[in-house]
């Protein structure tokens, strides 16, 4: 696992010394993601410059150090990832009379994109990666990013000058280039707690979107090509084509095999490695298949929390202890959080609020203490249904349905008439018990609910944080992302596929992944991710919706194979999450940092939110009158992000 990092000057009007300069400072931005090696290259008279910092995982001899040149001298190759069928191509080129110099699957992509056109080498690599590969020959720069969105990769084109690394802080580093903020990624933001791809918080600087690559020639004015190489759409697609029968029993079989080769290719290192471990579905079935395959017990690792609605430790314990892991385990207090909280905007680079951020860099740092790699459980939600929101809008669908339209548009309109003052009396004055239930919160939602035309607007509006964050952001302008492009689920079912679409597409790579990816790199840990091998997803698709979503619950093949390994009474419980006790902590140990950020004079100088809309959320988050843990989480997350960087 790397940080990668570069320029493509197309006037070619640096020096060879300035351009290596220029890109040493913009690599020693990732040392964090490199710890173990550290290499810049440089071809002036191409105008590129290209840069790796290396965590040495496979092959730690000097055969593995980047930039790498290919045998023939005609390709350069920066590469952040790990390819973990790389073997199965070197017999091929071996007969086409490449000898190798190690061991490590990045000389196996640069010698295969030596060897074959890049449309040939793709659809072979089964792993998570970025890579740059520069054409000394061509002088094309091309850059590559894996099916799923596993590994990150930004670009930016801004004259004659192309930009492109791991990491935002990569593209900053260079002083040639002021960076501006997008005011619209802001209003996207605030609806969804990341800035959905392509978009950055950035002008000009874009996201290169998964299971894509981009190709850049050096002349002037030449503008970047991007192609889609796999594309999930038509994956869904074709699964519905190729879909199994109900109730298959080898269905079973096939995926615990498929899942058992996926972790089992993911255990390859030559340093320690080890599994979080969290007692839920997914985490728990990538320890037991680990455990399955090795000879001595797995390192887990699991976080903690004092409050128990939070806390999966106890769940985590037992697993580990049926399946006779080594497991570690650390609770989280409030000065924890604290503590790492002010670190978030330099690793998140851009504003990101997931609050589970914080317990995923606490576990990474943890774990990073014992081993170098750890496998992760994520994905299994988005592949197997396993969402509580799913079910909410199958649901919502059923009732919505009962309900004639023009009877829907009028109660919305009502509910949106109603002031925060008038909406509070109403709450005030319903039976104790329903008070608990029928929050502000809930008012909006449904509210926002009933005024959605459409299964894909409803959707959107179950996903929002901020059902209209225009009102919120000034502007009134929102950068779209793939959730909001035209017909993007046709042709699925719209109460289950439809969405686990829209999440694998979005949610996924913006959200989780970007969250694992950072956190871990951040101490220098790889994170891998054997639920999303893209044969998995390729067989989630082929799957009907009865073999992932029985009696109100989702993952039901997932369960069935992970009951193989671990008993039910151990597995058979409410979905938690990754959560933290924001809601307190807002109140308590974080009030007074949260306080400094969102005081009335430092909201009006940065000019970018509704400065009464924001103290009043606070107001009354403080006061108990209403509940708003995660919007004020990503108000803050702004306002901590704009003070570290703007």
Same mark, same amino acid.
């Given at each position: ?15 060879? #010394? ?5 890109? =040493?400072?913009?690599? +020693? ?12 290259? #440089? ?59 190690? $061991? ?62 791991? #990491? ?18 802001? *209003? ?68 615990? =095999? ?61 697993? /580990? ?54 496998? =992760? ?45 008038? %909406? ?12 608990? *239930? ?51 689920? +046709? ?12 999440? $694998? ?12 990816? %950072?956190?871990?790199? /951040? ?11 893209? &044969? ?19 993952? !039901?093949?997932? &369960? ?32 007074? !940092? ?22 009043? $959320?606070?107001? +009354? ?11 004020? !989480? ?6 901590? !992000?704009?003070? /570290?960087?703007?």
């Amino acid at each position: 696992m790397c940080g990668i990092t570069g320029l493509l000057d197309q006037a070619a009007s640096s020096s060879s #010394e300035r351009m290596r300069a220029t890109v =040493s400072k913009m690599t +020693e931005s990732l040392s964090h993601r490199g710890p173990d090696d550290r290499g810049v290259w #440089e071809d002036s008279a191409g105008g590129v410059a290209l840069g790796q910092r290396r965590l040495s995982i496979v092959d730690l001899s000097l055969a593995g150090h980047q930039p790498m040149v290919s045998a023939n001298g005609r390709f350069v190759i920066v590469y952040n990832g790990e390819v973990y069928n790389h073997n199965d191509s070197r017999p091929e080129l071996n007969e086409l009379g490449v000898s190798f110099r190690g $061991t490590s699957d990045t000389e196996v992509i640069l010698e295969a994109c030596a060897a074959w056109p890049l449309e040939k080498v793709l659809p072979r690599l089964n792993g998570m990666f970025a890579f740059a590969l520069w054409d000394r020959r061509d002088r094309i720069l091309t850059l590559v990013r894996d099916r799923l969105g596993i590994k990150p990769l930004y670009w930016g084109h801004f004259g004659s000058l192309f930009l492109f690394g791991s #990491e935002l802080k990569a593209l900053r580093a260079n002083t040639d280039w002021a960076p501006q903020i997008r005011a619209d990624s802001i *209003t996207a933001y605030m609806r969804h707690t990341y800035i959905p791809g392509p978009h950055t918080i950035y002008e000009g600087v874009n996201k290169l979107e998964p299971g894509m690559f981009l190709t850049i020639k050096a002349q002037t004015g030449a503008r970047p090509h991007l192609e889609r190489y796999w594309d999930l759409r038509q994956v869904a697609q074709q699964g519905k084509l190729d879909r199994a029968k109900p109730d298959d029993p080898l269905l079973i079989d096939e995926l615990d =095999s498929l899942l058992k080769d996926a972790v089992g290719r993911r255990m390859v290192a030559d340093v320690p490695l080890g599994a979080f471990l969290s007692g839920g579905i997914d985490s728990s079935t990538v320890a037991a298949l680990m455990q399955a395959q090795s000879s001595r017990a797995i390192k887990t690792y699991c976080i903690g929390f004092e409050q128990d609605r939070f806390d999966e430790a106890p769940h985590a314990k037992a697993v /580990a202890q049926h399946l006779g892991t080594d497991h570690t385990e650390l609770y989280v207090s409030p000065k924890d959080a604290l503590d790492v909280i002010p670190e978030l905007p330099h690793w998140y680079d851009e504003p990101f609020a997931d609050s589970s951020q914080i317990p995923t860099l606490l576990v990474s740092r943890l774990t990073r203490k014992h081993v170098t790699v750890a496998l =992760s459980g994520d994905g299994g939600d988005e592949l197997f249904a396993g969402y509580p929101r799913y079910f909410w809008n199958m649901r919502l669908q059923r009732s919505l349905s009962r309900i004639p339209g023009p009877v829907r548009s009028l109660t919305g309109l009502g509910l949106r008439t109603l002031s925060p003052q008038m %909406r509070d009396w109403l709450i005030r004055r319903l039976p104790k018990g329903l008070r608990r *239930t029928v929050t502000g919160a809930r008012i909006e939602k449904l509210r926002d609910v009933l005024s959605a035309t459409g299964d894909e607007a409803l959707y959107r509006q179950i996903l929002s944080l901020w059902p209209n964050p225009s009102a919120l952001v000034l502007g009134n302008r929102e950068a779209f992302g793939r959730l909001w492009e035209p017909n993007l689920t +046709e042709g699925l079912d719209s109460s289950v596929e439809a969405p686990q679409l829209v999440d $694998t597409l979005t949610y996924l790579p913006d959200d989780i992944l970007t969250k694992v990816d %950072r956190a871990s790199m /951040a101490v220098g840990l790889e994170a891998r991710v054997p639920l999303i091998d893209y &044969r998995v997803v390729e067989f989630s698709w082929r799957l009907p919706t009865s073999m992932k979503v029985r009696d109100g619950r989702g993952k !039901w093949i997932l &369960r069935q194979v992970l009951s193989r390994y671990v008993p039910d009474h151990l597995i058979n419980r409410p979905k938690m999450g990754f959560g933290v006790p924001m809601a307190e902590w807002l109140r308590g140990p974080l009030r007074e !940092w949260a306080e400094d950020l969102l005081t009335e004079s430092s909201l009006r100088e940065q000019g970018l939110l509704d400065v009464k809309l924001v103290r009043r $959320t606070w107001q +009354e988050h403080l006061s108990g009158h209403h509940e708003w843990p995660d919007r004020l !989480w990503a108000i803050l997350m702004l306002q901590a !992000w704009l003070r /570290a960087w703007a």
